[in-house]
């Protein structure tokens, strides 16, 4: 089974704080996406790398995130200044290119009071 | 843009019953997008449940089957007989054909509940 590695779990901020969360794709897999998910509602896009280099992005990502894979075994997603509606779910996926299966991660929990 | 439309938040149907869950899909991409089946399970990560590539095929896995329809634009999860063991969340899903596109546009989920 694939297994996509997120850290940490959960995640408490105060408003105005920094956040980041990390996840460590599959072995050899070369795309990594970021969604977010708030509520138990549909997943949102926010990333997507392939071959650590970001190819594709939502605005909102491009404002206030910071997201970055410096290696092929390591990205990272980063919140400059936590908001009360970042709460939510941030799930990590790999896949052996953007086309493929994409294999999701547990997710770290962001609560940001 | 793209967007997927799961019009139950919540199902619950009787062991050994027939089920259904409706996704219907719009997508603004040239050419037809993948659509996909992911289920999360209590307590356990997002999986993929199926996927289809090919306008007009049928995916299947664990029991369930779900037919990509180009025309009525919709990929409808089913299955002849649940059991307990098939209680989770199901997301309905679509990867749009665009070059650079490989993200996945999620429906809402449908909570499947299972009646002993």
């Known amino acids: 089974d694939a297994a996509v590695t997120q850290k940490p779990r959960y995640l408490i901020k105060m408003k105005g704080q920094e956040a980041e969360m990390k996840c460590i794709p599959e072995?050899?897999?070369?795309?990594v996406f970021w969604y977010q998910q708030k509520q138990s509602k549909e997943l949102k896009f926010l990333i997507y790398?392939?071959?650590?280099?970001?190819?594709?992005q939502i605005d909102m990502v491009k404002e206030r995130f910071s997201a970055v894979c410096p290696s092929s075994s390591l990205c990272s997603l980063g919140i400059r200044t936590c908001e009360a509606e970042d709460s939510a779910l941030y799930l990590c996926?790999?896949?052996?290119?953007?086309?493929?299966?994409?294999?999701f991660g547990p997710g770290t929990r962001l609560l940001v009071l | 843009g793209d967007s997927v439309t799961q019009t139950e938040g919540q199902v619950t149907v009787s062991e050994s019953k027939s089920l259904i869950i409706n996704c219907t899909y719009s997508?603004?991409?040239?050419?037809?997008?993948?659509l996909f089946w992911y289920v999360r399970y209590p307590g356990e990560g997002l999986q993929l449940l199926l996927k289809?590539?090919?306008?007009?095929q049928k995916g299947s896995s664990r029991g369930f089957e779900a037919t990509y329809n180009k025309e009525a634009t919709s990929f409808h999860l089913q299955k002849a007989s649940v059991q307990e063991s098939d209680s989770a969340v199901y997301y309905c899903?679509?990867?749009?054909?665009?070059?650079?596109?490989?993200?996945?546009?999620f429906g809402q989920g449908t909570k499947l509940s299972i009646k002993p």
């Open positions: 996926s790999s896949s052996w290119t953007g086309q493929d299966t994409q294999y």
């Open positions: 072995k050899g897999h070369t795309a």
């Open positions: 790398f392939q071959n650590q280099q970001p190819l594709d």
């Open positions: 997508a603004t991409s040239i050419g037809y997008p993948n």
């Open positions: 289809v590539i090919t306008a007009g």
């Open positions: 899903a679509l990867r749009p054909m665009n070059y650079n596109q490989g993200k996945l546009i």
